[in-house]
């Protein structure tokens, strides 16, 4: 048999070992799908402490039930990490879920796709198959991951080995889908590849969607998150100018999204947080710039939403004046870090950048958020969580909602506070800015 027709009947006889490189909010939710499909999967982490965590059953990942994992790795034993990388030579298929960050410049990192790369090249058997999950620019499986590989390697893609891109598609906190309900694309270099990728997702993922091309999938999704950018920015704008106009833009919302076609609704905040929608689109404008072309509209939406943590920081400088309070000297609480409502996940939180702001202010930042305890930010700035009190709340001068979470007590948190300023539109029953709660 060749190396095809090995690890197609390895699949067919459930006998393959996928490898998952990146146990974070993508590479552990999808591991444990896998070992939960009973596929044995080995974890690869560069993190001691996070291949600990999964051994011993200890969930870190919010979408993941601490019971499925302690199932997959204690019981079925279809689960476990390492951080010895020389065991990718015992993987038949291998999955890349490492984090793809901008730099200050908003150029992509590739860093770890280029380390993980490495290792591949550097470790597998012939006959593996390679799929790449983490977001990126178009073209990156083919003109960036498989020269690396098959200069580690030796092996010649299409032979030695195979390439695809499936890109993630998390939603942290999301109750209705996760990664075994939503539909997978993906897009191989070749036929077999894609047979491959079409058999080894199936074992986990209900739906997938195949498109012509490496390439193709890489672009699908940029076009999900730049459509989401773009909207934001419109909706953060629009909100800038109702709030002038004496508007309420929550309501307008409310009353557009009842037209049953042609609408969809975006929603204001103090900025654009998470994994996804800040960094996505700015993939797509480093490629362009190698066909000459300039995505002008992705560039203003940035803009847009870059401005808005700075705008809240006038917000609340504007509501404290209004009480003939200076921001210097203000002891400032902030509800909510989180980039959403409902999850644990601070990155690219704009809350933060507002807090950096206040603080340069000379105001005294605190926060509270019954989901994160402690946060460092891309500063250095380091911040304890405090515990909500009515004596908190009535010895601030201002309490900011950042993040909307449910188990906010908002009537209650309203009444013991001297002054608010809602950048979710938490204080729903407030329509037009009060002396008291100040909107977006």
């Not at 051994?55 to 990490?81: C, H, M, P, R």
């Not at 419109?234 to 508007?247: S, T, Y």
């Not at 557009?256 to 969809?264: D, M």
């Not at 975006?266 to 996505?280: E, Q, R, S, T, V």
Request: charged share 25%; hydrophobic share 40%.
């Amino acid at each position: 048999m060749n190396h095809y027709q090995k690890i197609m009947k390895k699949i067919e006889d459930n006998t393959e070992v996928v490898g998952v490189i990146g146990l974070g909010y993508v590479g552990l939710p999808l591991a444990v799908t896998f070992a939960r499909n009973n596929v044995s999967v080995i974890g690869f982490e560069k993190s001691e402490k996070k291949a600990e965590a999964v051994n011993t059953g200890q969930n870190y990942i919010g979408d993941v039930k601490d019971e499925e994992l302690v199932q997959v790795v204690k019981n079925t034993k279809k689960l476990s990490a390492t951080t010895d990388f020389s065991r990718i030579k015992e993987c038949d298929a291998i999955l890349i879920c490492v984090p793809t960050p901008l730099d200050h410049f908003k150029k992509p990192d590739m860093t770890y796709i280029a380390s993980s790369c490495t290792d591949i090249g550097k470790y597998m058997k012939p006959g593996t198959f390679i799929s790449l999950e983490s977001t990126t620019y178009p073209t990156t499986t083919e003109s960036f991951m498989k020269p690396i590989i098959e200069k580690e390697s030796g092996l010649k893609e299409g032979d030695g080995f195979w390439l695809c891109f499936s890109p993630e598609r998390v939603d942290p906190g999301n109750i209705d889908y996760k990664t075994d309900n939503t539909p997978k694309v993906f897009g191989a270099i070749g036929k077999e590849a894609q047979d491959i990728a079409q058999a080894v997702y199936s074992k986990a993922i209900k739906h997938l969607h195949v498109v012509s091309s490496p390439r193709a999938a890489e672009m699908v999704k940029i076009l999900e998150n730049t459509y989401r950018l773009i909207n934001i920015s419109l909706i953060n704008e629009l909100a800038l100018l109702a709030g002038k106009m004496d508007i309420d833009i929550w309501e307008v919302i409310d009353a557009a999204k009842t037209k049953p076609y042609g609408f969809q609704a975006f929603y204001p905040g103090p900025g654009i947080g998470g994994h996804c929608i800040p960094l996505d689109p700015f993939y797509l404008e480093h490629i362009a710039k190698l066909y000459n072309f300039d995505l002008s509209m992705i560039h203003t939406a940035g803009a847009i939403n870059d401005l808005m943590p700075y705008r809240m920081m006038n917000k609340i400088a504007f509501a404290l004046n209004r009480h003939k309070k200076a921001m210097n000297g203000s002891k400032i609480l902030f509800m909510g870090i989180a980039y959403k409502p409902n999850i644990d996940d601070a990155r690219e939180s704009p809350a933060l950048l507002v807090m950096q702001e206040v603080a340069k202010k000379g105001s005294i930042v605190l926060y509270h958020d019954p989901y994160i305890d402690e946060v460092t930010d891309e500063k250095g700035n380091y911040y304890k969580g405090e515990q909500l009190t009515d004596e908190l709340l009535s010895s601030v001068d201002c309490v900011v909602f950042t993040t909307n979470h449910d188990c906010f007590d908002v009537e209650h948190i309203v009444k013991k506070s001297k002054l608010i300023v809602d950048t979710r539109n938490a204080v729903k029953n407030v329509q037009i800015e009060t002396d008291k709660v100040f909107k977006l």
